[in-house]
């Protein structure tokens, strides 16, 4: 099946600053997301961003299809950011279970004060 | 407001006493699924449902039962849950399955002892 990976795997930063998640995957997608795991364990909806390039806020992402690779970026860092950041991908070829996304292992982002 | 409704969102239970996690989405999905998510595991999916009266397995169906009777509610049975049942459940519903964004619930703690 598809293999998602994402980088770094763990990630500490002052606030305000800016960073950089990366999401590399194995095959073609037609749906790839971007989740933030808060907390409290919500996945919380970031993008969906199949490919081109997506703003909302502080946030914004990139995702180049035809390279099989993924960005998030996160501006002015805030200790609200914290949390767990997964990218998933819908792979074209379909595969064993219609509609089952494929998660990379996540990267952790943690903003200090 | 658009959403993916889960109930409970936590429930401690002991083994072998029939449970049902409750999923409700408001956005006229055809496509609907289950995740369990553990440490070191990620994300898994249990069950999923194409449309009323459609389902099928995922990766980990086993001890998992589910019915779609209507479009909007998505149930999962645990009918005799186990201890290695405790996890963290999502529910996840889009418009079909495919190259469409996928909107999950808030999840459930289950733990069974």
């Known amino acids: 099946g598809i293999q998602v990976e994402q980088s770094p795997p763990d990630l500490i930063l002052q606030e305000g600053a800016n960073s950089t998640l990366r999401c590399n995957f194995s095959?073609?997608?037609?749906?790839l997301q971007w989740f933030h795991q808060n907390p409290w364990g919500q996945l919380i909806n970031l993008f969906y961003i199949p490919s081109g390039t997506k703003q909302n806020g502080r946030l914004s992402a990139t995702t180049v299809a035809t390279e099989r690779y993924s960005l998030l970026y996160i501006s002015s860092s805030q200790t609200t950011d914290s949390g767990v950041y997964f990218c998933?991908?819908?792979?074209?070829?379909?595969?064993?279970?219609?509609?089952?996304?494929?998660f990379g292992q996540g990267t952790i982002l943690t903003v200090h004060p | 407001e658009a959403q993916v409704t889960q109930n409970p969102r936590y429930l401690i239970t002991v083994t072998g006493k029939k449970l049902t996690v409750t999923c409700s989405q408001n956005m006229n999905h055809e496509y609907m699924s289950w995740y369990r998510q553990d440490p070191g595991l990620g994300l898994r999916q249990i069950y999923y449902?194409?449309?009323?009266?459609?389902?099928d397995k995922g990766d980990v169906p086993e001890g998992y039962k589910v019915s779609r009777k209507e479009k909007r509610n998505f149930p999962l049975i645990l009918e005799s849950p186990s201890p290695n049942q405790t996890s963290l459940y999502f529910c996840?519903?889009?418009?079909?399955?495919?190259?469409?964004?996928?909107?999950f619930g808030d999840g459930t703690r289950l733990s069974i002892l």
């Open positions: 449902s194409m449309n009323v009266e459609v389902t």
């Open positions: 095959d073609s997608v037609n749906n």
């Open positions: 996840a519903s889009s418009l079909s399955g495919g190259d469409q964004p996928q909107h």
């Open positions: 998933a991908v819908l792979p074209n070829a379909g595969g064993t279970s219609y509609g089952k996304l494929t």
